[in-house]
């Protein structure tokens, strides 16, 4: 549980550090995992002020990710994770409504190291992201994710666990 605490209050120093210089945005999930059970996530996203590759196509951007999230099972004790990412984005358009993909790889850390059948092998876990939505104006988004959760072979079991999510974003 220490080392959940600790994961934490890095993300949040980075992220704090971050959103000094960039407002922040709010974003709430909520969808299932591959063996059906409930996910809730809550998130604090600072978009990065800078963006490569920027043609009449689009631009590449990102954002650093911290979230919660509330895995709710029937057949296992309903667990807590933490955890923080650093996300590409390719955005398409100039317009006022942009059609965007994702990808990211950050760490996650959970209260259990247990979701459903799955074993995780260990509290700490990475993060591997990919998704795709639609950005409005006025910083309000929608969209889809899928995210995976396994410890890449550091120790045994490493069963990992996938969740497939539906997202909106809002600035604060």
Same mark, same amino acid.
Do not use: C
């Given at each position: 549980?220490?080392?959940?605490? @600790?994961?934490?209050?890095?993300?949040?120093?980075?992220? $704090? #550090?971050?959103?000094?210089?960039?407002?922040?945005?709010?974003?709430?999930?909520?969808?299932?995992?591959?063996? @059906?059970?409930?996910?809730?996530? +809550? $998130?604090? #996203?600072?978009?990065?002020?800078?963006?490569?590759? #920027?043609?009449?196509?689009?631009?590449?951007? $990102?954002?650093?990710?911290?979230?919660?999230?509330?895995? &709710?099972?029937?057949?296992?004790?309903?667990?807590?994770?933490?955890?923080?990412?650093?996300?590409?984005?390719?955005?398409?358009?100039?317009?006022? +409504?942009?059609?965007?993909?994702?990808?990211?790889i950050g760490v996650a850390a959970?209260?259990?190291? #247990?979701?459903?059948?799955?074993?995780?092998? @260990?509290?700490?876990?990475?993060? &591997?992201?990919?998704?795709?939505?639609?950005?409005?104006?006025g910083g309000h988004e929608l969209g889809v994710?899928?995210?995976?959760?396994?410890?890449?072979?550091?120790?045994?079991?490493?069963?990992? +666990?996938?969740?497939?999510?539906?997202?909106?974003?809002?600035?604060?």
């Open positions: 549980m220490m080392r959940l605490f @600790s994961l934490a209050a890095i993300a949040a120093l980075m992220l $704090g #550090q971050s959103v000094t210089a960039n407002a922040a945005d709010l974003s709430f999930s909520a969808g299932e995992t591959g063996e @059906s059970s409930q996910v809730y996530r +809550i $998130g604090l #996203q600072s978009n990065w002020d800078k963006s490569w590759f #920027q043609t009449d196509v689009g631009r590449l951007t $990102g954002y650093w990710d911290a979230g919660y999230t509330y895995w &709710d099972g029937k057949d296992f004790k309903d667990n807590h994770s933490l955890s923080f990412a650093p996300v590409f984005v390719y955005e398409f358009g100039g317009g006022s +409504i942009k059609p965007y993909i994702e990808a990211g959970f209260a259990h190291t #247990q979701i459903e059948g799955n074993k995780l092998g @260990s509290s700490f876990n990475f993060e &591997d992201r990919i998704g795709a939505g639609v950005r409005f104006g994710r899928a995210i995976h959760y396994s410890n890449a072979g550091i120790k045994e079991p490493n069963d990992g +666990i996938e969740a497939y999510t539906l997202n909106y974003r809002m600035p604060l």
